[in-house]
């Protein structure tokens, strides 16, 4: 079974930054695609950031510019730096992991979420 564990959420004021970590266990990394999602009460989870098992990656127009998605095969682990944090951005954040490793494949494992709060 696999096991996705998010960390490093927190409350950050406006223009700050937060670095997400989500470590995997269970299973071989590497041939996956991983990705970051966000949801707020009321909406729908929405994918943030998305990286494909050969490192390309893909985001949504909200954070580009502002996230980093990025992963390490050799920990089992894929990153989510945020910097530039407005209040919109304020979310639980979970990872995913997916059936296939390109993009367009769906997920078929959730992390537990972190929360993210932005506020002065």
């Known amino acids: 079974q696999v096991q996705l564990v998010e960390s490093g959420g927190g409350l950050v004021q406006p223009g700050g930054s937060l670095s997400l970590s989500c470590a995997a266990s269970g299973s071989d990394f590497s041939h996956y695609a991983v990705a970051w999602y966000r949801q707020t009460p009321g909406k729908q989870r929405e994918v943030v950031a998305y990286?494909?098992?050969?490192?390309?990656?893909t985001y949504a127009d909200a954070v580009k510019g502002r996230f980093t998605i990025s992963r390490d095969n050799a920990k089992n682990t894929v990153y989510l730096q945020m910097d530039d944090l407005q209040p919109e951005d304020a979310a639980v954040y979970y990872c995913?992991?997916?059936?296939?490793?390109?993009?367009?494949?769906?997920?078929?494992?959730w992390g537990q979420g972190t929360q993210v709060t932005v506020s002065s």
């Open positions: 995913s992991r997916h059936y296939g490793g390109g993009f367009h494949s769906s997920v078929e494992y």
């Open positions: 990286v494909t098992s050969d490192f390309k990656t």
